[in-house]
């Protein structure tokens, strides 16, 4: 069964950190691309990061230079560093598994990050 569990979500004040964490299992981890996205209320899904390899990275535009996406093979987990965080930034985020060059996705439950003084 798989099962993708995310973690770390809350509430912040404008300028702090968070560090996501969203927890694998029921497939093979190190072969799928992991992403993150997330929902504003009132808007669509938004890409955030995704992560190929230990290495290879990609950001949304709103996001560059704030927050980092790794992933530990070892543990089944993906993670999303979330610095400088502002109000923009609140919403649900997602963990989604990617199998390449296929449309097999999995998603997990979301998390709720809220950015508010």
């Known amino acids: 069964q798989v099962q993708l569990v995310e973690s770390g979500g809350g509430l912040v004040q404008p300028g702090g950190s968070l560090r996501l964490s969203c927890a694998a299992s029921g497939f093979t981890f190190s072969s799928y691309i992991m992403r993150w996205y997330r929902q504003a209320p009132g808007k669509e899904r938004e890409f955030v990061a995704r992560?190929?390899?230990?290495?290879?990275?990609d950001y949304a535009d709103p996001v560059k230079g704030r927050f980092t996406i790794s992933r530990d093979n070892a543990k089944n987990t993906v993670y999303l560093q979330m610095n400088s965080l502002n109000p923009q930034d609140t919403g649900v985020y997602y963990c989604n598994a990617l199998r390449p060059r296929t449309s097999l996705e999995y998603w997990g439950q979301g998390i709720q990050v809220t950015v508010s003084s």
């Open positions: 992560i190929i390899s230990t290495v290879s990275t």
